[in-house]
């Protein structure tokens, strides 16, 4: 069976400082990947997806950036935090192909100080 | 640009009883349609979907309407159980789209009362 693994559960992140979550999948080969955020009292807004090792598309303009180094690892990052990157932020797998849902990983709750 | 609404913030059912959430969406590329159940600080799972070929799509104690006219979709959870307390999202993918990519609404806080 297919599991998403998404790190670290929280993190507390002083404004100015680099981050790096991480997500892996297993038991699946060439997974589409996404990150979503979901902001207090939002859904949840996609912010990346990959459908293949290196190629990343981002769905709104933002301060961070997201990596696939390889096939089931999806990295999300940013260079120096700002007070607005606080939020709930799910990686999340879905097979290629139509009418396929969405699997989500256990999210990371991110609060820039 | 929201695309998908969820116009009830919150839902307070009695056990037992029917759950009814509404989604309805502005966009007619709609055509894969998905509720999603999340706890807090968890990540959201997968309930049911359909797609806009059918009107109703059932899976045991949950059922999905959808109104294509309408774009209108609604969830309905027969009988309500307290540990269905939780928020749901309706999410929607375009034909167009192949990568699977959804958009969500802002989600329905169901609290199931005893």
């Known amino acids: 069976s297919q599991t998403i693994h998404q790190w670290p559960a929280t993190l507390v992140q002083p404004v100015g400082s680099p981050l790096s979550l991480e997500c892996t999948v297993e038991?699946?080969?060439?997974?589409?990947l996404y990150w979503y955020r979901q902001a207090a009292g939002r859904g949840l807004q996609l912010l990346f997806y990959s459908v293949g090792i290196g190629q990343i598309s981002s769905e709104v303009p933002q301060n961070l950036s997201a990596s696939r180094p390889q096939d089931r690892q999806f990295i999300l990052s940013s260079k120096k935090l700002l007070l607005s990157d606080s939020g709930f932020y799910l990686c999340?797998?879905?097979?290629?192909?139509?009418?396929?849902?969405?699997?989500f990983g256990q999210g990371t709750r991110l609060t820039v100080v | 640009d929201q695309q998908v609404k969820q116009n009830s913030p919150s839902l307070s059912v009695q056990e037992g009883r029917i759950s009814i959430l509404n989604c309805d969406y502005t966009n007619s590329m709609f055509d894969y349609f998905l509720w999603y159940k999340k706890y807090p600080a968890e990540g959201p799972t997968f309930l049911i979907s359909i797609s806009s070929i059918k009107d109703k799509n059932e899976d045991g104690r949950f059922t999905v309407f959808l109104n294509k006219s309408a774009k209108h979709l609604s969830l309905h959870i027969v009988p309500s159980q307290p540990g269905d307390s939780a928020v749901y999202f309706c999410?929607?993918?375009?034909?167009?789209?192949?990568?699977?990519?959804?958009?969500f609404g802002a989600g329905t806080q169901v609290v199931v009362t005893p």
């Open positions: 999410a929607a993918r375009p034909r167009t789209d192949s990568w699977g990519k959804l958009q």
């Open positions: 038991g699946t080969s060439n997974p589409n």
């Open positions: 999340a797998w879905s097979r290629s192909g139509a009418n396929t849902e969405a699997f």
